[in-house]
């Protein structure tokens, strides 16, 4: 299972199965903050969460994560 995202830079259906299954070969490769161009995407793996809120080191409020899979 390799680092499969897509153009909008959320991982595939595989790749959340490989993820939520404990199976992936590299999840720290994919969860975490991402350089995607010149944008950057966070992606997380917390079981029972809604939502996250994404804040810098500095408090600065980046946006909130939805729930993509229950």
Do not use: C
């Not at 259906?13 to 991402?34: M, N, Q, Y």
């Amino acid at each position: 299972m390799g680092k499969r995202s897509r153009e909008d830079g959320q991982l595939d259906a595989a790749a959340v199965a490989a993820i939520v299954g404990g199976v992936h070969d590299d999840p720290f490769g994919v969860l975490g903050p991402h350089q995607k161009g010149k944008d950057w995407v966070v992606r997380a793996f917390v079981p029972g969460a809604e939502s996250l809120s994404v804040s810098g080191l500095d408090g600065t409020k980046f946006g909130t994560l939805k729930q993509r899979d229950p």
